[in-house]
């Protein structure tokens, strides 16, 4: 599909089909790099490392659900 619009030069279908892919991607991405902040933070019993994992936790709760 996106190959066959790509060899049309329809580049708006093809921008169009590829956004929620990258959003997607975008998500779990970010969603993948909280999550080992996070695991490195439990080590770090600072008010810092806590808030690190306290926002990851709000991220995949939260936000990863979005890339589904």
Same mark, same amino acid.
């Given at each position: ?5 790509? !060899? ?14 990258? &959003? ?14 996070? $695991? &490195?933070? !439990?080590?770090?019993?600072? $008010?810092?490392? !806590? $808030? !690190?994992? #306290?926002?990851?936790?709000?991220? #995949? ?8």
């Amino acid at each position: 599909f996106l190959v066959a619009a790509g !060899k049309d030069n329809n580049l708006d279908l093809v921008a169009a089909a590829a956004t929620p892919y990258l &959003k997607g991607f975008g998500l779990i991405a970010c969603g993948a790099m909280m999550a080992r902040a996070a $695991e &490195k933070a !439990k080590s770090n019993t600072s $008010e810092f490392g !806590k $808030e !690190k994992i #306290r926002t990851a936790e709000f991220y #995949r709760t939260n936000i990863l659900p979005l890339a589904l």
